[in-house]
């Protein structure tokens, strides 16, 4: 079984930046979909942006699009996601979790989807 370690979260200003990685290890990114989710306080986990297997697709969800970025490294196992322009409505555990079945060519969205996640990272922005 993979197991997943995030890192890089932390505090930060409102629109400041922060980049996430996601180490796999027993484990592997190549021919799996990948994804970051994220859960506030009293809310329901949610997908943030995800990665198809091949990593020719990307999808983001509407609240982050054209301020993150998903990115994957299958050499050095790691995830990334690089947040920009941060708000106070960002501030969550953010986990990066690796697709049940290989080799799907679309993104899901569903947390059931994934069965390999990470402990999560905090990341919290201020106003």
């Known amino acids: 079984q993979v197991q997943l370690v995030e890192s890089g979260g932390g505090l930060v200003q409102a629109g400041g930046s922060l980049r996430l990685s996601c180490a796999a290890s027993?484990?592997?990114?190549?021919?799996?979909?990948t994804a970051w989710f994220r859960q506030a306080p009293g809310k329901e986990r949610e997908f943030v942006a995800g990665?198809?297997?091949?990593?020719?697709?990307?999808a983001y969800a509407d609240s982050v699009k054209g301020r993150f970025t998903i990115s994957r490294d299958n050499a050095k196992k790691t995830l990334f996601l690089q947040m920009n322009s941060l708000n106070p409505e960002d501030t969550a555990v953010y986990f990066c979790?690796?697709?049940?079945?290989?080799?799907?060519?679309?993104?899901?969205?569903?947390?059931?989807?994934?069965?390999?996640w990470g402990q999560g990272t905090q990341v919290t922005v201020s106003s």
């Open positions: 027993g484990g592997t990114f190549s021919g799996y979909t």
């Open positions: 979790a690796r697709e049940r079945v290989p080799f799907t060519a679309r993104v899901r969205r569903g947390p059931n989807d994934y069965d390999s």
């Open positions: 990665l198809n297997s091949g990593g020719g697709s990307t």
